[in-house]
């Protein structure tokens, strides 16, 4: 059975910083590319952050030089530091994971909500 366990979300300031991680199982961790959504409410969901199973990393636009994606193959666990939140970045974020010819799997969410 595949599970994709989001943690440390929560409430921050403005300014403020997080860090999530997604505990994988069930799946050859290595060979996923991990990746990070966010859903907003009323809008669709949208791609944050994604590294391969060689480790490029791609963002988008709007988090490039704030957010950095990670992953630690040992722990079976990919991480997403977020720096300078703004409140625009709250959402529900959730993790993926990702293989060539293979099922893609989501995590249940966590909720970050960036407000003073």
């Known amino acids: 059975q595949v599970q994709l366990v989001e943690s440390g979300g929560g409430l921050v300031q403005p300014g403020g910083s997080l860090r999530l991680s997604c505990a994988a199982s069930g799946i050859i961790f290595r060979f996923y590319a991990m990746g990070w959504y966010r859903q907003a409410p009323g809008k669709q969901r949208e791609l944050v952050a994604v590294i391969t199973s060689s480790r490029r990393t791609n963002y988008e636009g709007s988090v490039k030089g704030r957010f950095t994606i990670s992953r630690d193959n040992a722990k079976n666990t990919v991480y997403l530091q977020m720096n300078s939140l703004k409140a625009e970045d709250t959402a529900v974020y959730y993790c993926?994971?990702?293989?060539?010819?293979?099922?893609?799997?989501w995590g249940q969410g966590t909720q970050v909500t960036v407000s003073s």
């Open positions: 993926n994971a990702d293989r060539l010819g293979w099922p893609a799997y």
